[in-house]
């Protein structure tokens, strides 16, 4: 089994894709690992639609430039529209703590399982919070009712250099008693 710690390092955002189509078992292999997810009572307050068709994927990339960003999603092979669904929870649960308190977090978990699962089949991916909601609601034909939380853009990365982790330390992150 692959090391967890090697893995979390070696995922990366990244922006310099080839153009190259990856494979649709590939990206089912992703969701695959995405859905393994753990979620508050098990609610699995998530879905995702999966765009891989060659003449909508230049579309969503397309909503994605905002602001003079994220130009390199023109290079993706496909993305992936996350969306937080409504979270069913138990319902003594969910008379103590409002109904989707947990979700963000639990999509968060999806988005993250998704993106390692990525990685570890050496794919680039790079998780997008920058993109046109309403026209990508268009396009994909997303209910009003549906929350859009982030997109994920993934292909084959071009050989660009693993980069160092530019995080907090360890000691600013973790307190032991
Ligand atoms: C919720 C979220 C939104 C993000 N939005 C963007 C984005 O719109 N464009 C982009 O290039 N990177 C985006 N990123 C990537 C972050 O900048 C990146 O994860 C962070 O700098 C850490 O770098 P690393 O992913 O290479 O380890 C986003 C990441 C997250 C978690």
Partial sequence: ??????????????????GEKVAHEQLVKCVE?????PSACNSQPWSV????DPKIVPQVAETTMQLGLNAYTKDASAFFVV??????????IAKLVDGQMFAKGDVGGFVLSLTLEAA????????LGLFDRPKLRELLDIPEEKS????????????DAHRD?????????????
């Fill in 1 to 18: 089994m692959a090391d967890f710690l090697e893995l979390a390092n070696a995922r990366q955002s990244c922006r310099a894709y080839t």
């Fill in 148 to 159: 859009i939380f982030l997109v994920i853009a993934v292909g084959h990365p071009k050989k």
């Fill in 33 to 37: 690992a995405a859905r393994l997810t």
């Fill in 83 to 92: 969306i937080e669904e409504r979270a069913k929870l138990m319902p003594g």
């Fill in 165 to 177: 982790k530019l995080r907090k330390p360890l000691e600013e992150v973790a307190r032991f008693v």
């Fill in 49 to 52: 639609v999966v765009v891989e």
């Fill in 120 to 127: 570890s089949l050496g794919l680039g991916t790079c998780i």
